[in-house]
């Protein structure tokens, strides 16, 4: 597949691309936290432009930002 936001990626190849565990993706999937994703029998799948998406409102200044500024520099 080439690299492009409409591609579909694993939850391992999601996981290696955040630096996060396959497990940790899991848990966010069954709370909700984690970015959106598809199910295709019984097979998930993320898009790679969802993936980014979420990633990007995570972006933090410090470690006492707590992401609900307004503010925009």
């Given at each position: 597949?080439?690299?492009?936001?409409?591609?579909?990626?694993?939850?391992?190849?999601?996981?290696?691309?955040?630096?996060?565990?396959?497990?940790?993706?899991?848990?966010?999937?069954?709370?909700?936290?984690?970015?959106?994703?598809?199910?295709?029998?019984?097979?998930?799948?993320?898009?790679?432009a969802d993936v980014e998406a979420?990633?990007?409102?995570?972006?933090?200044?410090?470690?006492?930002?707590?992401?609900?500024?307004?503010?925009?520099?």
């Amino acid at each position: 597949m080439t690299d492009t936001p409409h591609q579909y990626m694993s939850t391992r190849e999601v996981a290696a691309l955040l630096g996060l565990s396959p497990r940790t993706l899991d848990r966010y999937r069954v709370s909700g936290d984690g970015p959106e994703f598809h199910k295709f029998g019984n097979r998930v799948r993320y898009l790679r432009a969802d993936v980014e998406a979420w990633a990007s409102k995570r972006r933090r200044r410090s470690t006492s930002d707590d992401g609900l500024s307004q503010e925009t520099p």
